[in-house]
């Protein structure tokens, strides 16, 4: 264990599957840089830590190293200065937070010190003690950590959403750390959404049942609590461990700040994405551009207001970027008024939803239809009238498709959020299937 006393270090290794490819360097002059390892092993040699920051150049400096750092950590700032608080750092800088929490991050990266310990280590855990777990993230939104561990080696996510990571092997828990990655997220609860992670795993089971590829969730049950479970796309069971996965979100591929995720506030757009995507993929015969726009046409129809950039990832591969499974997928459907509202009223407020990003002129959801739709068809390669085609095939299955996810909602946290999205979803889809027929 790293002795949290000694004086703060100025550099880091940079790993990606176990071999060193860079060096993360802090100057009080220039702040931060990151310079890639020429020695490294060859089959890693070329491979970017970042989309932002290719090795084509040695060197990086400025705000795009910052914002790639930065994107590693929460965006809760009380949840940084608790961690800092644990290891003795004042401030809650992302490099020194690095230094301690940089092991067990979002893709295969990870960070260590010079004479850093290399080792992993699990700790099985039982239901009573994961109920527990999951009883303090719901009471307090920054105890993402066990703060009875070790604070050294623990993990690092980035997002609002409290949450925290286990591994699962041979079907028992596990709290990893150090180099030993976890497998699964756990989301207790959406602190400012009532029922959030129920609604998520509605959403992403909709998707599911689509076909687009999505990160498998459960909602999983512990004792006399439960928790939205994800299993982590980064990582993949390899024997008796599991092995990291490079990926990034699009903010941290485009070089943005995490400050500036959603559009409307300066940060990506869609037409940025599909440049990005364009660039990177090596083999487009694989669909990447196609995936994406149908995941842009899920959004809008299931009014999923909060997909911004960082809420769109990449695998980063040495021959280019593929689109990552969907994630963090949710739905403003049953949050549009209380039980007993209107038909009239309910379209009214979803027409009016704003999504993360603009479908052409507007993020409206309201005036966004078949034209909207046509224009992201072509711009990603596509005919509008098959992706229309599509996004009414879509509109017709997603009735079903949530009220089949909710009779996998446990009945004690079946709501009346979770009968709203029900009842509430057909209207949706057919409000969404009249605008693609009006525009196209």
Not at 173 to 184: C, I, K, L, Q
Not at 283 to 307: C, K, Q
Not at 367 to 385: D, K, P, Q, V
Request: charged letters at 25%; hydrophobic letters at 40%.
């Amino acid at each position: 264990m790293l002795d949290i006393a000694r004086v703060p270090r100025d550099l880091l290794h940079v790993r990606l599957h176990g071999q060193r490819v860079a060096v993360l360097r802090r100057s009080r002059r220039t702040g931060l840089s990151l310079e890639y390892d020429e020695t490294a092993d060859l089959a890693l040699r070329g491979m970017a830590v970042s989309t932002s920051l290719p090795p084509t150049q040695r060197v990086h400096r400025g705000p795009a190293v910052e914002n790639f750092v930065d994107n590693l950590l929460p965006d809760d700032p009380r949840v940084r200065r608790r961690w800092g608080s644990t290891v003795g750092v004042t401030g809650a800088d992302p490099f020194d937070l690095l230094v301690h929490f940089g092991r067990d991050v979002a893709g295969a990266a990870w960070f260590r010190g010079d004479g850093d310990d290399d080792s992993g280590s699990r700790t099985p855990l039982d239901e009573a003690a994961i109920a527990a777990r999951i009883r303090r993230c719901r009471a307090d939104a920054t105890a993402w950590h066990d703060d009875s561990r070790a604070a050294d080696g623990q993990f690092s996510l980035s997002g609002a959403q409290t949450k925290f990571s286990l591994a699962l092997h041979d079907g028992r828990w596990f709290e990893a750390s150090g180099s030993d990655p976890s497998t699964h997220l756990f989301k207790p609860t959406v602190h400012s959404v009532p029922d959030g992670e129920v609604v998520e795993f509605m959403t992403m089971r909709a998707a599911a049942g689509l076909g687009l590829p999505t990160a498998p969730v459960e909602l999983l049950e512990f004792g006399d609590t439960h928790a939205l479970v994800v299993e982590r796309f980064d990582r993949v069971q390899a024997g008796p461990s599991a092995v990291r996965l490079h990926q990034e979100d699009m903010v941290q591929a485009l070089g943005a700040s995490r400050l500036y995720k959603y559009e409307v506030q300066g940060g990506p757009s869609i037409d940025s994405i599909i440049a990005c995507l364009a660039r990177g993929v090596q083999h487009p015969e694989e669909g990447t551009l196609r995936r994406f726009a149908r995941v842009l046409v899920f959004s809008w129809i299931m009014l999923n207001t909060d997909a911004h950039a960082k809420n769109h990832a990449v695998f980063v591969d040495p021959d280019g970027l593929r689109l990552t499974p969907l994630y963090d997928a949710s739905s403003a459907i049953p949050y549009l008024g209380p039980d007993g509202l209107d038909h009239d009223t309910v379209a009214e407020r979803a027409a009016r939803c704003t999504l993360a990003m603009r479908y052409g002129a507007s993020a409206r959801a309201g005036r966004i239809g078949g034209f909207e739709i046509g224009a992201i068809a072509r711009r990603c390669g596509l005919r509008s009238t098959d992706l229309i085609a599509e996004a009414r095939a879509s509109c017709d299955a997603l009735p079903r498709l949530v009220a089949e996810a909710a009779e996998h909602v446990p009945p004690r946290v079946r709501t009346s959020t979770v009968e709203r999205f029900i009842r509430w979803m057909p209207l949706r889809a057919r409000q969404a299937d009249a605008a693609l027929r009006r525009g196209a």
